[in-house]
Every structure is written in structure tokens, then in C-alpha cells.
């Protein structure tokens, strides 16, 4: 529901035994579009809004191989020229390639911890997370995040770069112990942590990345040789998938669940449901009130909608009571919000920070170290709204189990190897010559 914080922030404040030597094998995988949308953000599955204790933590999730039968049957190449092979467990790429190459894997990934070890021996690379293939240059491109592997003096390795998009995200320029955490020419070990909007890297056990992003919500895992001469190898590719969102639906064209009206007048709903919006009462006694019924900890709000109402503003982590007293309080009508047409907003709170977002780009970021850790939200209308109003299409919480740090330590010699499997050799399309580098 948090629409609203967002504009107060505006106010206010990537020997042989299998090997792929082409740009692609035999069967290219469908192109993956983004599945977050600005307008309209999707339908998501739901349940009736319960109360949630932190305290009921997600254990540390059990790691699987990523390459189960130690080949890379089903994977792809997508972009420039670029040799991948696996022996013995361990993937090797490299390229001389202008293009930046990737090795792809068959499906989506959407909330996971990869642990993994990598060493670099000339050139850069990395590896994309929620990435999204496009087929718009032939061989194909990839875009989304990118775990960076820097072994130049920079040393940004952990690094998030938004690969084909939007560029560096979440640098290390402001983080020594982590650049200098990475050891090029040795084996690495790198845990990447996605979870809804959090990402979190760390290099050899040292943290490196800790940002916020709401771009793509699943997408591909793929290893990149980048352009120019590079080689680069993984080994040890382990993954624990995470468990989905509890989603709680608090407006969807329907009926008002998870909220209560605070002025004694209800909150129409204009339009016939399941395709009507929910507005504030006008009234010139008194300030409209719409309060969550239950209080939230970490979780991402997302609401669509417009605030045409000047005066508006949005509270959140109200303490228990009936005061509307204390929590964090903007003002949210604001000009970017009052054209008239819809907006996507959501609003990422973890512990103190809240990081907000309008149509999925980032407009702001808070720490509120005085804020509790549950409370309620709030929408108050202006007291004489004839100057606008606000106007509700959907809106949703996303609740994620709070997760123990995952394993962070440094490379183990007893680490699990995944068991030896057949390797078959791929197949590249006939009409495509064979090209190693």
C-alpha cells in the first residue's frame, strides 16, 4: 500500500568432455521479457492478511548443484563468439570475441542463494542474475544484473552492474575490505544472495554488495566471457532456491480487505467490482483515514494508483493504538504524482531502510534507525478535499521470511563436488559454422 511514501521521498527529502562453440546450440530459448510492469503491475496470487512473526525464520536453505550432471546440456550461448566447456566439474569459458558472450541457463531463477568459486586468469566477467534474453541482434543479447569478476586494479568483484540497461548499481568504490577481498589468478569464492528486492554479495566471506532493486523479479543465471581475450572458470556451482512471497492482497478491484476507515466514512469504491476503484470520501469535517488492520515488518508494498490530492500524506510503522502519532510521515501529493494517469509505486522496507521506487526507477532511500520494527500504514486525505483526490486500482504487500545469513565462509576443501555424470556433446546447428576462439 505504500504508494505514498514514494512521493514524500520526492518531496522531502553478470580436456573437453562437453563444449559449445557457437553462439547458440540447437535450441535457442524463448526470449524472457521482464516480469515487473509499471502499468499495470501483475495479478499476483494471495491470501487473506494474517498477523506474522519475524521470529518464525526461514532455516538456511540446502544447497543443490546448478549442474547436476556436471555438463551443460540444455544451456545456451547468447551474444558474441565464445567457448565453454566443463571438465571435471569445473566450467571454463573464453573468447576474443568484440561481443560479450553468455552461457544461459534453460530456465528462470527467481529468489535463490548461489555459492559458487571462480578464478580469472586474463580479461573481465561476471554472472547475470535475473537476466532477460533478447533476440533482437541475431545471436541474441542479455540484459539484467551482473555480479561482477574484476581482477583489474578497480577491483570492484561483488559489484552489481546492470548489464545492457542502466549501468553500475551498487559499486565498491566506498567498500575497501571487499576490493581488496578478491584474490585474481585464485580460486574465489563468491555467495549471491537475491531475494524480492535484495540483493546481497559477498567475496571470499567479506561483504561486498547490499542494494535494493526492483527491475525483474525472476529471470535467467547465466556466465559471461566478456569482450576481448578472456578466460575465466567456475567450479563448485551450487543453488538453494527460496520459497515464494506470502502476498497479501489489499485492494484489487473488489472489496477493501486489510483496511479500515479511521473518519467513519467508508472509502468508495467507484466503478462496479471486480473492476472498480477505491477512493477517499470527501469531506470537509475531517481529514479521511484508511489504517491497515495488521502491522508489517519487512516487506515490499506496491500500489497503483494516482494522488491528485494536494494535502495528501502516507505514515508508515505506526505503533500499536489509535493514534496516528509517531511512524514515518510524507507528504505524498506531490507534482511527479498529480498528472492525472497511474503510477507504479513501491516501497522496500528492511529493518531501518526504505527505499522507494516510482514506475520501478529508484527515487530515493532512507535509514530511519528509530523506526520499530512492525507498525501500520496509513493514508490520510487532506481535511477539504476539493483539490483532488486519491484513487486506488490495485494494491498488495509482499512478505518474505526473514533468512539467516546464508554460509559465508571461506572456501572449504571439503565443499561438496557434484557426482560425476555423462557429458554429452552438443550439437550446434548445421547452418552455423563451428568457431572457437
Keep these: 500500500m505504500t504508494m505514498?511514501?514514494?512521493?514524500?521521498?520526492?518531496?522531502?527529502?553478470?580436456?573437453?568432455?562437453?563444449?559449445?562453440?557457437?553462439?547458440?546450440?540447437?535450441t535457442t530459448a524463448p526470449s524472457v521479457q521482464p516480469t515487473w510492469r509499471a502499468t499495470p503491475l501483475?495479478?499476483?496470487?494471495?491470501?487473506?492478511?494474517?498477523a506474522r512473526d519475524d521470529a518464525q525464520r526461514l532455516l538456511q536453505p540446502a544447497l543443490?548443484?546448478?549442474?547436476?550432471?556436471?555438463?551443460?546440456?540444455?544451456?545456451?550461448?547468447?551474444?558474441?563468439?565464445?567457448?565453454?566447456?566443463?571438465?571435471?566439474?569445473?566450467?571454463?569459458g573464453s573468447g576474443t570475441d568484440t561481443r560479450n558472450a553468455f552461457l544461459v541457463s534453460p530456465r528462470n531463477y527467481g529468489d535463490f542463494v548461489l555459492d559458487l568459486e571462480l578464478r580469472i586468469d586474463e580479461g573481465n566477467s561476471g554472472i547475470q542474475v535475473?537476466?532477460?534474453?533478447?533476440?533482437?541482434?541475431?545471436?541474441?543479447?542479455?540484459?539484467?544484473?551482473?555480479?561482477?569478476?574484476?581482477p583489474t586494479p578497480?577491483?570492484?568483484?561483488?559489484?552489481?552492474?546492470?548489464?545492457?540497461?542502466?549501468?553500475?548499481?551498487?559499486?565498491?568504490?566506498?567498500?575497501?575490505?571487499?576490493?581488496?577481498?578478491?584474490?585474481?589468478?585464485?580460486?574465489?569464492?563468491?555467495?549471491?544472495?537475491?531475494?524480492?528486492?535484495?540483493?546481497?554479495?559477498?567475496?571470499?566471506?567479506?561483504?561486498?554488495?547490499?542494494?535494493?532493486?526492483?527491475?525483474d523479479e525472476d529471470g535467467r543465471i547465466a556466465f559471461q566471457v566478456h569482450s576481448g581475450r578472456t578466460t575465466v572458470q567456475w567450479r563448485r556451482v551450487m543453488i538453494a532456491e527460496l520459497p515464494p512471497p506470502k502476498v497479501v492482497r489489499m485492494f484489487d478491484g473488489g472489496a477493501l480487505q486489510g483496511w479500515s476507515a479511521r473518519s467513519g466514512l467508508p472509502w468508495p469504491l467507484d466503478g462496479i467490482p471486480p473492476?472498480?476503484?477505491?477512493?477517499?470520501?470527501?469531506?470537509?469535517?475531517?481529514?479521511?483515514?484508511l489504517v491497515s488492520d495488521e502491522a508489517y515488518g519487512d516487506c515490499l508494498?506496491?500500489?497503483?494508483?494516482?494522488?491528485?490530492?494536494?494535502?495528501?500524506?502516507?505514515?508508515?510503522?505506526?505503533?500499536?493504538?489509535?493514534?496516528?502519532?509517531?511512524?514515518?510521515?510524507?507528504?505524498?501529493?506531490?507534482?511527479?504524482?498529480?498528472?492525472?494517469k497511474d503510477h507504479a509505486i513501491a516501497v522496500a522496507i528492511k529493518g531501518a531502510r526504505v527505499n522507494t521506487f516510482v514506475d520501478r526507477a529508484s527515487v530515493g532511500e532512507r535509514e530511519e534507525p528509530d523506526m520499530p520494527a512492525h507498525g501500520r500504514m496509513a493514508i490520510l486525505g487532506s481535511p477539504a478535499q476539493k483539490q483532488g483526490a486519491?484513487?486506488?486500482?490495485?494494491?498488495?504487500?509482499?512478505?518474505?521470511?526473514?533468512?539467516?545469513?546464508?554460509?559465508v565462509g571461506p572456501p572449504m576443501p571439503d565443499r561438496v563436488i557434484p557426482a560425476s555424470g555423462t557429458q554429452p556433446a552438443a550439437t550446434p546447428p548445421a547452418a552455423a559454422p563451428a568457431t572457437a576462439p
Design 4 to 26: 505514498l511514501l514514494v512521493a514524500g521521498f520526492l518531496a522531502t527529502t553478470s580436456r573437453a568432455a562437453t563444449s559449445l562453440t557457437e553462439r547458440a546450440i540447437a
Design 42 to 50: 501483475p495479478h499476483a496470487a494471495c491470501t487473506a492478511p494474517t
Design 64 to 92: 543443490k548443484p546448478l549442474f547436476p550432471d556436471r555438463s551443460i546440456k540444455g544451456w545456451h550461448i547468447v551474444g558474441g563468439l565464445a567457448r565453454f566447456t566443463m571438465q571435471d566439474g569445473v566450467l571454463t
Design 130 to 150: 535475473r537476466s532477460q534474453v533478447r533476440e533482437d541482434e541475431g545471436s541474441g543479447s542479455l540484459v539484467g544484473y551482473q555480479v561482477e569478476i574484476d
Design 154 to 215: 578497480r577491483a570492484w568483484s561483488g559489484g552489481i552492474y546492470d548489464e545492457g540497461r542502466r549501468g553500475w548499481l551498487f559499486d565498491l568504490k566506498d567498500n575497501e575490505a571487499a576490493r581488496s577481498a578478491f584474490k585474481a589468478g585464485e580460486w574465489n569464492r563468491y555467495v549471491i544472495e537475491c531475494r524480492g528486492p535484495w540483493f546481497r554479495t559477498w567475496v571470499n566471506g567479506v561483504p561486498a554488495a547490499n542494494g535494493v532493486d526492483i527491475m
Design 275 to 289: 473492476h472498480a476503484r477505491l477512493v477517499n470520501p470527501a469531506t470537509e469535517a475531517e481529514p479521511s483515514v
Design 301 to 340: 508494498a506496491i500500489i497503483e494508483g494516482r494522488c491528485d490530492d494536494p494535502g495528501a500524506a502516507f505514515l508508515v510503522r505506526l505503533a500499536d493504538g489509535d493514534s496516528l502519532d509517531g511512524g514515518v510521515r510524507s507528504k505524498i501529493g506531490v507534482d511527479r504524482l498529480r498528472d492525472g
Design 390 to 407: 486519491i484513487s486506488i486500482d490495485r494494491a498488495r504487500v509482499m512478505i518474505y521470511p526473514p533468512m539467516e545469513d546464508p554460509r
